[in-house]
């Protein structure tokens, strides 16, 4: 009996939309972060809860290897379980607690820029073209617009929006030291390494805390259903999707896809919070749409007429 197999072309369809799944559920992931602050959790419970649940979970499906080939590479995966981890959430959760929501939304879309930059100045052979830089532009631009649907009167707090910052530059960073494990670990080992470490590197932090909320407080039925989606979908099944993409289709396009998590937002805005979707935001969403498929089509044109 033979087996139907997918097309190169159809397989990185898959990855694709890999990619648009797993930043549907990071857009969405802001609704749920902000009810558990709403509710009493700080900012490094809910990282620390999150991902010692998404480790957990991952780790029954990934336990036969636990270090890796060396000592060099399990700094590495330290430093990304640093970055992509205890950072980046941590930044963004306490960003949360002191500026709009907007404002995070915004700043922290500025990681696919900073990804392109990083890109081309640690891999010279890796130097993006014009055509990325200009999609990724026209995206960022839309993405300005999707937030200033909500207010263009922007209430700026220095201390969320430079938090918001050094989450956008953790996660350019972990991008990059996924692009050099992914060639020698498959996308289970270096997600589950990432939670592990993202929950070492976080437990420092926890002295920062004002306080430490009652476990209790997560029996309350809404709280844990919020925390096992920020866990389970939100953590483990997206982090482990975008580990095999970028792999497969590179760091720079994969991150173009996060500028679609303020359009998901506006989105699940509307049909939660029952907000309005004006004339701007649709804008907005209509250039990100454009600008992501801009800087792979240009891209591609270019490479071809080289060949």
């Known amino acids: ?13 898959l990855y694709h939309a ?10 969405v992931s802001f609704i749920s972060t902000k009810v558990l602050l709403d509710n009493g959790l700080h900012p490094i419970e809910i990282y620390i809860y999150r991902f010692v ?7 029954l499906v ?16 330290m430093l990304g379980g640093l970055f992509g981890g205890s950072i980046y959430f941590i930044a963004e959760n306490v960003a949360l607690e002191y500026t709009l929501v907007s404002n995070v939304s915004l700043i922290t879309s500025l990681s696919p820029l900073i990804t392109v930059l990083l890109i081309g100045a640690v891999y010279r052979t890796d130097r993006v073209g014009k055509e990325t830089i200009f999609g990724s532009v026209l995206a960022f631009l839309g993405v300005g617009l999707v ?16 938090l918001s910052l050094l989450a956008a530059i953790s996660w350019a ?8 494990l992914s060639p020698q670990y498959s996308a289970l080992f270096i997600t589950r390494k990432t939670f592990f470490y993202g929950v070492i590197t976080a437990i420092p932090f926890l002295l920062i805390e004002p306080s430490i909320t009652p476990p209790t407080v997560l029996l309350e039925p809404k709280l844990i ?14 982090y482990l999707m975008w580990a095999a993409i970028n792999a497969k289709i590179g760091a720079v396009k994969a991150s173009n896809y996060m500028y679609f998590q303020p359009v998901v937002t506006l989105v699940f805005s509307y049909l939660i919070l029952g907000e309005k979707i004006s004339i701007v935001g649709f804008t907005g969403c209509a250039m990100i749409l454009l600008g992501v498929w801009l800087a792979d089509f240009l891209q591609k044109r270019k ?3 080289a060949s």
């Open 1 to 13: 009996m033979s087996t139907k197999r997918l097309s190169p072309k159809g397989n990185l369809l």
């Open 225 to 238: 259903a919020n925390l096992l989606f920020l866990a389970l979908f939100c953590s483990m099944f997206a």
């Open 62 to 77: 990934a336990h036969k290897r636990i270090f890796s080939n060396s000592w060099n590479h399990e700094l590495t995966f």
């Open 53 to 59: 649940l998404a480790y957990l979970a991952i780790l």
């Open 303 to 305: 490479l071809r007429r």
């Open 173 to 180: 960073i972990y991008s990059i030291i996924i692009k050099k």
């Open 147 to 162: 937030i200033f649907n909500s207010s263009f009167s922007l209430s700026i707090n220095p201390l969320g929006d430079l």
């Open 18 to 27: 890999g990619a648009a799944i797993a930043v549907i559920g990071w857009g």
